[in-house]
């Protein structure tokens, strides 16, 4: 990456998509975010900012048009849902 005067900064990404059947209309977003705490978890901060994320949750609308939202945390340790 390399920042540009008044322009921001310029990331190049390069890519391999391997697909396993043909895709008729494809979408592309990140797949990350920036989250260290949100409402849901202020014990966890140790900052004097009231959050510290640039996302609060994770927006899915599957191929079956069902909507799915998943809100952001940031654990103190693994945990696996089931």
Do not use: C, K
Request: hydrophobic share 40%.
């Amino acid at each position: 990456s390399r920042h540009i005067a008044g322009a921001g900064v310029e990331q190049q990404v390069s890519s391999v998509l391997n697909v396993r059947r043909d895709i008729e209309r494809l979408g592309v977003a990140p797949a990350t975010s920036m989250f260290w705490y949100g409402e849901g978890n202020r014990a966890a901060a140790v900052d004097w900012r009231p959050e510290i994320h640039d996302s609060d949750g994770l927006a899915l609308l599957t191929g079956a048009g069902e909507r799915i939202w998943r809100p952001l945390n940031n654990p103190p340790h693994d945990t696996l849902d089931s």
